[in-house]
């Protein structure tokens, strides 16, 4: 019997560590190649780390709730010399292993053991689109590897073989009570799951590669009426609960210290009557061309602050202790309340967008950020950056700018309220609109002219067509 090392893998673009959350196995337990066998935190989201290895577990070389920097054994699995281990798909797992039978000697399980860590860093992120998904989770049938194994007795290199080759078509749909192996879902598929009450295991999974989707998790939960009311908690025995400070709620801290006590900030703010934007808005959901893209009166307010930034250049900058870098491109980052804490992905070259494309992409970034798949280059280059404060019901803020960027826009929630209109009293719908600014670049004059370029668009939606 021989002992192989899996190491923690870089799963997110240059993250240095994560926390492990969960071991899925014990010492003693039999595990096959890919079965899910630890769940780690990062400072971004939950990732579930299949093995690269068939054999018995030997040893769990660290604990729940240890942090560990990337590249730390995590794992001891050990194996029969002569043992051979048989990939059933192609996943990130089996990526770093050749299609053939593999005879796991030392030095062959030491080099899978890095090419496995190597892999998963590299298929974390890849575009789905592309067939590669997240760690643990397969990808299209016809793809193939292109790693070489050695050869036990010769020691030569040999090609590998297409692993389609081997495998049968999958079907369309898996009914749950039919399917065989492990359960193919990704991390926001299986935390969906958990959060609803839902036994993935009782899922039927209507994916192209047998996996389970989004869908297929609330159709199973509306069918067992798991959803349930809020209800206010009971108070806990416990006089006190202390939360450990990790992951993402970790980076979310250091990032707001960082902007509060590096940028001087200065906040305006002014009530704008947003009825025409509320009129403009029920406008295009009526219209074919915006037939099943989601639109809202924060599309308006996110064309506002482009057309803004047009007129006001210097509110989309950067600050370095030499310069002043005002960029003449908007990468608009719009802050999201997840369920792991707050994002601001970012829609690149919102600039050169229509108005139906801003929409298209605002409803993308949205279901992103749910589903816990945002990638750490969604979130990347930001220029500026607007907070949807109104949808908690708050009428303003005064809100932390996002690191590296000089301005955030904040909207208020929108109701009636009486308003003057050619001096008659009237009810219109108003909200508040407020910005931070980095004083060090933005003077108040231009924070307060930019604002106002703002609020005008929100008045009067027709200004758009300049």
Do not use: C
């Not at 054999?55 to 660290?62: A, I, K, M, N």
């Amino acid at each position: 019997m021989t002992d192989s090392h899996f190491h923690l893998p870089d799963v997110g673009e240059g993250l240095t560590e994560a926390e492990i959350v969960s071991w899925r196995v014990q010492p003693g337990d039999e595990i096959a190649v890919n079965q899910v066998i630890v769940e780690i935190e990062t400072a971004k989201s939950l990732v579930e780390l299949p093995s690269p290895f068939a054999g018995t577990v030997s040893d769990l070389l660290v604990q729940e709730g240890q942090t560990v920097d990337v590249g730390t054994a995590i794992i001891a699995i050990s194996s029969d010399a002569g043992a051979q281990v048989q990939a059933p798909a192609a996943t990130p797992a089996q990526s770093a292993l050749p299609t053939e039978a593999v005879v796991m000697d030392e030095e062959s399980a030491a080099e899978l053991d890095q090419a496995a860590a190597d892999t998963a860093a590299s298929v974390s992120r890849e575009d789905e689109g592309s067939g590669a998904v997240l760690v643990g989770y397969g990808n299209r049938p016809e793809t193939t590897t292109r790693r070489r194994r050695t050869d036990a007795a010769s020691g030569s290199a040999a090609p590998s073989q297409a692993a389609s080759t081997r495998r049968p078509p999958i079907p369309t749909s898996v009914p749950a009570a039919a399917s065989v192996g492990p359960i193919i879902a990704k991390p926001p598929i299986r935390k969906l799951a958990k959060d609803l009450e839902v036994n993935l295991a009782e899922v039927d999974a209507t994916g192209l590669l047998g996996e389970i989707t989004r869908d297929d998790v609330i159709r199973k939960a509306s069918q067992a009426s798991v959803f349930k009311n809020l209800q206010t908690p009971e108070w806990s025995a416990d006089r006190e609960e202390r939360i450990p400070v990790k992951g993402v709620r970790k980076a979310i801290a250091q990032a707001m210290v960082t902007s509060a006590f590096q940028a001087p900030h200065v906040s305006v703010f002014v009530d704008v009557d947003a009825t025409r934007t509320m009129e403009f808005t029920k406008r295009l959901k009526n219209s074919t061309d915006f037939a099943g893209v989601k639109v809202s009166p924060l599309l308006i307010m996110a064309k506002a602050i482009i057309w803004a930034v047009r007129r006001n250049p210097t509110v989309n900058s950067s600050w370095t202790d030499s310069e002043i870098i005002v960029r003449h491109y908007v990468n608009l980052g719009v802050a999201a309340a997840t369920p792991r804490g707050l994002i601001v992905p970012n829609v690149k070259e919102a600039q050169s967008m229509s108005l139906l494309q801003l929409a298209q992409a605002l409803e993308q970034l949205t279901l992103t950020a749910r589903d816990g798949k945002t990638s750490p280059a969604e979130m990347a280059n930001g220029t500026i950056t607007l907070t949807n404060i109104g949808v908690f019901g708050m009428d303003t803020g005064t809100p932390i700018l996002n690191p590296g960027e000089v301005a955030i826009i904040a909207l208020g929630t929108i109701k009636q309220k009486p308003w003057v209109v050619d001096g008659e009293v009237r009810p219109r719908f108003v909200t508040t609109v407020g910005a931070s600014f980095d004083h060090r670049v933005v003077d108040g004059d231009v924070a307060s002219r930019f604002l106002a370029d703002v609020a005008s668009v929100i008045e009067e939606p027709a200004l758009l067509l300049d």
